[in-house]
């Protein structure tokens, strides 16, 4: 089992960017692919990026493919998302998500096994 915590959200003008980042505790944080998704109000959950156990591979919504990019760190049990040439539409709640059974992790969200609680990023134009 993994807990997740995201932290690194808030306000920010477009154009602008924001890091997040997601603690992850528990064993073998390296036997779980990464995800970020996000939610904005009213709309369903949305895949952003999601990175392979060992790092080596990530892949990426097409709508923030060459502003957002996904990392992991092993050793410190981390997953980051750096995101730049924010756009009002990049409003939302942000989570991460462990996925357990698939090396490259998935696009769907029902895939994730675990969950955190969530950031708000907000961007204002």
């Known amino acids: 089992q993994v807990q997740l915590v995201e932290s690194g959200g808030g306000l920010e003008q477009a154009g602008g960017s924001l890091r997040l980042s997601c603690a992850a505790s528990g064993r073998t944080f390296s036997g779980y692919a990464m995800g970020w998704f996000r939610q904005a109000p009213g709309k369903e959950r949305e895949f952003v990026a999601a990175?392979?156990?060992?790092?080596?591979?990530?892949y990426y919504a097409d709508s923030v493919k060459g502003r957002f990019t996904i990392s992991r760190d092993n050793a410190e049990n981390m997953v980051y998302l750096q995101m730049n040439d924010l756009k009002p539409e990049d409003t939302a709640v942000y989570y991460c998500?462990?996925?357990?059974?698939?090396?490259?992790?998935?696009?769907?969200?029902?895939?994730?096994?675990?969950w955190g609680q969530g950031t708000q990023v907000t961007v204002s134009s």
């Open positions: 990175i392979r156990r060992s790092g080596t591979v990530t």
């Open positions: 998500a462990a996925d357990s059974h698939l090396p490259g992790g998935s696009s769907q969200w029902r895939a994730y096994d675990y």
